[in-house]
């Protein structure tokens, strides 16, 4: 492939957050993200992605359907060399597959065989640890390849070489900022967030030029004293270092301009030692894409004291109600209940309805008017004063993707259910970079129903009514997967700690296939498809979160208590 082929082929932005389809074929001279046409359209330009920026986890491609899922193979495997959990997407472009590993290293690979093309491995400092050391994936823009580093840089590389590009911090890990999104490409900048909630951060979402690099506009999640929401936080100082983390990649609406953005837990974790609402804490905002300037937002529990992050966008979903078609926001929140939101053209964001999807014992009610909840205060924790709470601590879902098929009209949520968390919270001296919650990790408490009959479930919702269509229920696993949906009926997902791979009939809900791989799989499945063949792709690589709440639950109920891990990229299409 020449140079002059690559840039042609490469000009759109891909979100990496979508675990959605990329595949040969004309795209008609436009931007299949953005719906605008490419800045220098020329017909050799063979590629196009189905993904969007609506965060719907979903797939136009049909080849592998209900019919023929059954003959499903591998084809080919990478191991990636790298141990600790794998939560990155493979995306494809132009033949060629880019993914991203812990460690924040970027492997491009043919996506027909499989064969090494390249590998960027940075060099972390010395000194340096984060919380967690997963990288959620890559984005791609013109010729680059951008990766947000743990260390808290940006970095873009050359899409055909590897070689770096430019490199541009973002934050001083030091203080306890690290990153593990994937950058999200708006309208020539790169938008990223920043993870360290747990270590007294202010998050923030910043965007820069994908050219040079350069800083376009910076926007706090915790407001600044005489900023708007300010008086939200009513003890002095709380707000420097008041939470509100940006971890996961935002949605965009191109229409209006604006990008959806979900924010993370306070900090520290006892909302009486920061009184107030807290805002932005726990919420979705909608941005401006040019400035960055907030536009509206919403708050999904204030004086947040769950570690209940609300980090995962809202998607962008269309449904019905009262009989017109309401322009909408979709979210299963970690706090337990699934959300419906209206957006407007001018970026505001309003209550619909919420419904739990799993059981919750904190909220008595959710004002039908504001989506407020009434919290019952015997289940919220504070300092000196123990409470439990459930769902515990990684909620009805942690970061793992929902997914929505268009042509099903159903929401599909990887949950769990059954397991508490009980805290008592202290007051702790903050040392920059350090661990500042209020509690001690060995403090968390962790607990399930040990006569439950299941832990881990996939649940699938009709938007429209808001009623639960069919669910699957996992008797000895936790769900840790993403979802991919495609319009041949089916959903890929992995989640469990048994290492399978599993595809669902959409509409039922039965499982058509199955594949154990090396390790769990935790990472979005993604499809695509190269000289008109049909592949589905996976990382499979168990860890972090997933491994440590294993290891509490082999305590609890006696499941086995190490899940392989070490990265393998699985490839499969349909045997002939």
């Known amino acids: ?116 093309l390249w590998r960027y491995k940075p060099k972390l400092p010395e000194g340096f640890s984060a919380l967690h050391n997963t990288n959620r994936g890559v984005a791609l823009y013109g010729d680059k390849v951008y990766v947000a580093g743990l260390d808290a840089v940006l970095v873009a590389l050359d899409a055909k070489t590897g070689k770096v590009v430019w490199n541009t911090k973002v934050e001083d890990w030091k203080n306890g900022y690290y990153m593990t999104m994937a950058p999200l490409v708006v309208k020539g900048k790169i938008l990223v967030g920043v993870a360290g909630g747990e270590f007294g951060v202010r998050g923030f979402v910043e ?71 807290n805002l932005y804490t726990s919420s979705t905002l909608a941005l401006d894409g040019d400035t960055g300037k907030m536009k509206g937002y919403f708050q999904y529990h204030q004086n947040e004291s769950w570690d209940w992050d609300e980090m995962n966008a809202p998607m962008l979903v269309d449904f019905q109600k009262d009989g017109t078609t309401t322009s909408g926001l979709l979210k299963p929140a970690r706090n337990g209940y699934l959300y419906w939101l209206k957006r407007t053209p001018e970026g505001q964001i309003s209550f619909i309805k919420a419904e739990a999807y799993v059981p ?48 099903t009209g159903m929401v599909y949520i990887p949950s769990n259910e059954n397991h508490c968390n009980t805290l008592e919270g202290k007051v702790e001296e903050r040392i920059p970079g350090q661990w500042w919650t209020g509690v001690g990790i060995p403090d968390l408490h962790f607990s399930v129903d040990t006569k439950a009959s299941f832990y881990g479930e996939l649940q699938a919702y009709d938007v429209n009514t808001g009623k639960r269509a069919w669910r699957n229920l996992y008797s000895g696993s936790m769900m840790w997967g993403s979802v991919l949906t495609t319009a041949g009926g089916l959903l890929f997902t992995g989640g469990t700690n048994d290492r399978e791979f599993r595809a669902y009939d959409a509409n039922t809900g039965e499982q058509l296939w199955h594949f154990k791989t090396n390790s769990g799989v935790i990472a979005p499945p993604s499809t695509f498809e190269v000289n008109g063949v049909q592949y589905v792709a996976v990382e499979s690589g168990y860890g972090v979160d997933a491994a440590f709440q294993e290891g509490l639950m082999s305590e609890l109920v006696g499941w086995q208590k190490d899940v392989p891990q070490g990265g393998v990229v699985w490839v499969f299409a349909v045997s002939k």
């Open 360 to 407: 919750q014992n904190v909220f008595k009610s959710i004002d039908p008017k504001t989506g407020r909840p009434d919290v019952d205060p015997a289940h919220k924790p504070a300092t000196g004063k123990s409470a439990q709470f459930c769902p515990g601590l990684w909620g009805g879902k942690d970061w793992p993707y929902e997914a929505y098929n268009p042509k």
């Open 207 to 277: 965007a820069f030029d994908a050219e040079s690099g350069k800083s376009v506009w910076k926007t706090y999640s915790v407001p600044a004293p005489g900023e708007p929401g300010s008086d939200t936080w009513q003890k002095p100082d709380t707000w420097k270092t008041g939470g509100g983390s940006t971890w996961m990649t935002g949605n965009y609406d191109p229409d209006t301009n604006t990008v959806y953005w979900g924010t993370g837990n306070g900090s520290p974790w006892f909302g009486d030692q920061r009184p107030g609402d």
């Open 1 to 116: 492939m020449t140079r002059k082929q690559w840039l042609l082929s490469s000009v759109v932005a891909f979100t990496t957050l979508l675990p959605t389809a990329v595949f040969a074929g004309p795209i008609d001279n436009y931007s299949p993200v953005t719906s605008a046409r490419l800045e220098h359209p020329e017909p050799e330009n063979w590629l196009m992605t189905r993904g969007s920026y609506k965060g719907w986890s979903y797939s136009p491609l049909d080849q592998i359907n209900t019919g023929n899922v059954k003959s499903l193979v591998p084809v080919w495997a990478f191991s990636t060399g790298v141990d600790s959990g794998h939560e990155a997407p493979p995306i494809v472009n132009n033949g060629v597959m880019f993914i991203s590993t812990p460690y924040s290293q970027v492997v491009a690979l043919d996506a027909a065989t499989g064969n090494l």
